[in-house]
């Protein structure tokens, strides 16, 4: 389903097998547990996120949906603290997007600090007007944060357009675009690894990330900071 190593400083999630990595109450449940495991690892200092085979995510679990008493909006639920697990994680993060990210998939690589895509298959598809769901609200906050072009926030919502690693790269959806697979994990391994050598204060990160992000940080619930804490961060540094 997945799992965590760990080279050196940088943490690599991966999401193993060839399926579509449909986010169930089952894998949701286990991200959210291995992020908690990076998050308490003291000598951790990055976190990379891989899908392996043709889908980094192809979004929440729509068969377990229609098949369970809970339904849809039960994943809705459960995907948002693994939504506000990534945005308060105190390291940065980078998404290896290896294959299609769609709907939820296409929500959790975005909801990385970097994105890293593969330019010879694979798109970023937001699927709800092509499905008929309206987006939850912490969807379109997050959209909102990391989509800023206007045109392209419309060409994802209002057009449900697939994009491809070049052209997000061009729409400043992703930050680099690889030739294969393998060279966008080993890329994204690389920018992870100069990021933890900058041995920057995770407390401080991860405090810097949430103010940058205040909407998305209360449509997801994540605990404003308290002064004392913002000045025990200073304190420390003195």
């Known amino acids: 389903m997945c799992t965590l190593e760990k080279r050196g400083r940088v943490l690599i999630l991966t999401l193993t097998g060839s399926g579509e990595h449909r986010l169930g109450p089952d894998l949701i449940s286990s991200l959210r547990s291995l992020l908690a495991t990076a998050r308490s690892d003291p ?9 392996e085979g043709r889908f980094f995510s192809n979004g929440l679990d729509l068969a377990w949906a229609k098949n369970s008493s809970e339904g849809l909006s039960t994943l809705v639920r459960l995907l948002k603290p693994l939504i506000a697990d990534l945005i308060s994680l105190p390291m940065p993060t980078v998404a290896a997007v290896t294959g299609h990210a769609a709907a939820a998939g296409m929500m959790i690589a975005i ?6 895509m593969r330019g010879d298959r694979g ?3 937001m699927s709800e007007l092509d499905i008929g769901l309206p987006f939850p609200d912490y969807f379109m906050d997050l959209m909102q944060a990391k989509i800023t072009d206007p045109r392209t926030l419309r060409d994802v919502t209002l ?3 697939k994009i491809t690693g070049t052209e997000a790269k061009e729409r400043g959806i992703v930050d680099k675009v690889c030739q294969s697979a393998s060279e966008t994990v080993a890329e994204a391994v690389k ?3 100069e990021l933890a050598g900058r ?3 995770k407390g401080v990160y991860a405090s810097i990330r949430m103010s940058v992000y205040p909407k998305l940080c209360k449509s997801l619930e994540i605990p ?3 002064d004392e ?9 003195l």
């Open 191 to 193: 920018m992870a690894e």
């Open 111 to 116: 909801a990385h600090d970097y994105v890293y």
């Open 224 to 226: 404003e900071e308290s």
């Open 229 to 237: 804490a913002v000045t025990k961060h200073f304190a420390s540094r």
């Open 199 to 201: 041995n920057w204060d």
């Open 123 to 125: 798109v970023l598809y």
């Open 159 to 161: 057009r449900a357009k």
């Open 43 to 51: 000598s951790a200092a990055a976190l990379v996120t891989v899908g």
